[in-house]
C-alpha cells in the first residue's frame, strides 16, 4: 500500500494541480448545507447561496421565532422559483442546550482568575459577576475541578468571545467558578457545554415539540436535525413524534452526535437514525483535540457502509469575518470529502457571517477538487468487502451499476425510482459521475383525496453525495412500458444536456425496473 492518504487517487499529476478549476452544473458531488439567518435571509443573498451550490437550508431554532423563520422560509420558496434549483429544508430544534440569557444584551466583560456566580434564576441580570442559565440541574450535575465553556452560539475556538471556567464549588443551586481566560461575550444568548457531564433535559423539549408541530407540519420539512443525540432511544421517540404529524412521517431524521454519550452509543443511534452530523464544535470541546480526527474517519466510515449520508459541521469559522479559509481549514474541508462526508454543514459562517455566497462557493471548490483524487477504485472493493455476500437484490444492482459506468466512462448514472431507496444505494459506492435520480411519483390516498408522492423523495436526495434529483411526470410509472419509460428518459436526458453533464456520444448507464426485474443497462447516445 502506497504511504499516501488511504482514499487517494494515484498518482496525482502536479499538472493538474495547476489547473483551473472548472465551472459546471454541479458546483461539487459533495453537498452544502446552508443556515439561513440574520446575513442569509433575503431573496437576493439566498438565491445567490443557491447559485453558489446551496442544496438544503437549515432553520436554527436556537434562536429567533417561528415567524422570522417564516419570513427567511418565504424568501427561499421564491429564491427556488427564481434559480430553478431545489432545496431541502431542514429543521435543527434546541435539544438539551444549557444557554446563559443576558436580557440587556449588553456585553459581558470576564477576566482570567476572577470568579463568576452561574444561579438558575433567570430573573437575574447578567453582569462579570453573576450569569444566569436556563437550567435548574447544573449545581446537582458537576462538581469541583469540572469545565465548563460558554460562548455565543457554538466557541468558534477564538478565545476572546468564548470563555472556559472551571467548577470551585458548588453552593446549593449555584455553581461557583473560575475564568480561566478573559474574553468578552456579546449578543443576548450564549451556549454553555459543560464537558462529559451528563446533562438530565430531555432530548425533544416541549419547545422542539411546539416548533415541529406547527412550524414544522406547516413547511413540510424533509429532515429533522435532532441536537443532541445521545441515545437510540431518542431517535425512535423522535420518529414516533413525527409519524403522527400528517405528512412529517415522511422527514428524515439526522441524529446530531454532539458529546461522548452520543459517541458511545453512536452504532445503535446510526441504526435509527436516517443520517447523522457530526457536531465537531461541542465534540472539539468533550474530545481531546488530538481525538477529533479519529472520531471523524470512524464515525464517517461507519456512515458510509450504511448507505447513510454523513454531514461534517464547523469547517471554515474564519470565514465568518474573512473572505478566504485558513490553510488548515482549507485542508480540513478537502479531508472531509476524502474521509467519506456526503455534506459540508456551514453554521455561523452563513448565519451571521459576512460572506455567505462566497463562503459556500469557496466550500464547493475546495469539495470538487478532493472528489477528484478521491480514490474510487478503493472504496467500492472496501464496500463491497463490507457488505458481504450474498447482497441483496437492490445491493446488486447498485453495484452493477456504479462498476458498469466506470468501466465505460459513463458521462451519468440515471436511475428511476419512487422510494428513493435505489437511487441512494447506488450513490453508496460513490461513482465518480453525478447520479440523476429521476423520482417517479406515486399515486396515494387517504380515503378523502388522491395525492402524489414524490417531492420529499426527490428533496432528501439534496443531502447525498452525488445525487441529483428531477421528479417525473406522474403519469410515468417507475415500472411500465417501454414505451412510457423512453419518453422519461429522453427528459432526463434533456435535463442532463441542459445542465451540461451529457453530450453527444456520451454514454449513459441506466437503472430501472421494467416488471419484476431491474435492469441495468447502457445507451450510447448518437446526436
Not at 405 to 421: E, Q
Not at 424 to 437: D, E, G
Not at 446 to 467: C, D, P, T, Y
Not at 486 to 506: F, T
Request: proline letters at 4%; aromatic letters at 6%.
Amino acid at each position: 500500500m502506497h504511504s499516501t492518504h488511504l482514499l487517494l487517487e494515484e498518482p496525482i499529476r502536479m499538472a493538474s494541480i495547476l489547473e483551473p478549476s472548472k465551472a459546471s452544473f454541479f458546483p461539487a458531488m459533495t453537498k452544502i448545507v446552508g443556515t439561513l439567518g440574520p446575513k442569509s435571509r433575503s431573496v437576493e443573498v439566498i438565491s445567490g447561496c443557491l447559485k453558489a451550490g446551496m442544496s438544503v437550508a437549515r432553520f436554527d431554532f436556537s434562536w429567533h421565532d417561528p415567524e422570522y423563520h417564516q419570513e427567511t422560509l418565504e424568501n427561499l420558496k421564491s429564491a427556488v422559483k427564481l434559480t430553478k434549483k431545489l432545496c431541502a429544508v431542514m429543521l435543527d430544534t434546541v435539544g438539551a442546550e444549557m444557554q446563559v440569557v443576558n436580557k440587556s444584551e449588553k456585553a459581558i466583560s470576564l477576566q482570567a482568575d476572577a470568579m463568576v456566580i452561574l444561579t438558575p434564576d433567570a430573573g437575574q441580570e447578567a453582569s462579570s459577576e453573576l450569569l444566569p442559565i436556563n437550567f435548574d440541574g447544573l449545581s446537582k450535575a458537576v462538581k469541583k475541578g469540572d469545565t465548563i465553556f460558554i460562548g455565543q452560539y457554538l466557541f468558534t475556538g477564538s478565545e476572546t468571545t468564548s470563555v472556559w471556567l472551571e467548577v470551585s464549588e458548588v453552593k446549593g443551586n449555584d455553581v461557583v467558578c473560575v475564568i480561566k481566560n478573559s474574553a468578552t461575550l456579546a449578543g443576548s444568548l450564549f451556549t454553555l457545554h459543560a464537558s462529559q457531564i451528563h446533562i438530565d433535559l430531555p432530548t425533544l423539549t416541549a419547545k422542539d415539540k411546539e416548533v415541529i408541530s406547527t412550524w414544522g407540519v406547516q413547511n413540510k420539512i424533509d429532515f429533522l436535525s435532532l441536537s443532541y443525540t445521545r441515545h437510540a432511544e431518542d431517535v425512535r421517540q423522535a420518529r414516533e413524534f413525527l409519524s403522527k404529524l400528517g405528512d412529517l412521517y415522511q422527514t428524515q431524521i439526522f441524529a446530531k452526535i454532539e458529546n461522548i454519550e452520543g459517541l458511545n452509543h453512536f452504532d445503535e443511534i446510526l441504526q435509527e437514525a436516517d443520517g447523522i452530523i457530526l457536531s465537531r464544535g461541542n465534540l472539539g470541546i468533550d474530545l481531546p483535540p488530538e481525538k477529533v480526527f479519529l472520531f471523524q474517519k470512524a464515525a464517517l466510515y461507519k456512515c458510509n457502509m450504511a448507505g447513510k449520508p454523513a454531514v461534517v459541521t464547523r469547517v471554515v469559522d474564519s470565514m465568518t469575518d474573512n473572505l478566504r479559509p485558513t490553510r488548515a481549514e482549507a485542508t480540513d474541508v478537502a479531508n472531509a470529502v476524502l474521509d467519506g462526508s456526503d455534506a459540508i454543514l456551514l453554521g455561523a459562517e452563513t448565519l451571521r457571517g459576512l460572506y455567505p455566497v462566497e463562503t459556500i462557493s469557496t466550500v464547493g471548490r475546495i469539495c470538487s477538487e478532493a472528489e477528484k483524487v478521491f480514490n474510487q477504485d478503493m472504496y467500492f472493493k472496501k464496500t463491497v468487502k463490507y457488505v458481504g455476500e450474498p447482497m441483496t437484490h437492490l445491493e446488486s444492482i447498485a453495484s452493477s451499476a456504479v462498476r458498469a459506468a466506470i468501466k465505460v466512462k459513463a458521462s451519468v448514472i440515471i436511475c428511476f425510482t419512487s422510494s428513493g431507496r435505489a437511487a441512494r444505494l447506488i450513490a453508496k459506492y460513490r461513482p465518480t459521475m453525478p447520479v440523476l435520480s429521476v423520482v417517479i411519483p406515486r399515486l396515494k390516498t387517504n380515503q378523502l383525496k388522491w395525492s402524489f408522492s414524490g417531492a420529499f423523495e426527490a428533496r432528501q436526495s439534496l443531502i447525498v453525495r452525488g445525487l441529483f434529483p428531477m421528479l417525473a411526470d406522474p403519469r410515468h410509472p417507475a415500472e411500465s412500458t417501454s414505451a412510457s419509460n423512453e419518453s422519461v428518459l429522453r427528459v432526463a436526458l434533456d435535463h442532463g444536456k441542459a445542465a451540461g453533464v451529457i453530450k453527444s456520444h456520451d454514454r449513459v448507464v441506466v437503472c430501472q425496473k421494467v416488471g419484476d426485474a431491474s435492469v441495468v443497462k447502457i445507451i450510447e447516445l448518437e446526436d
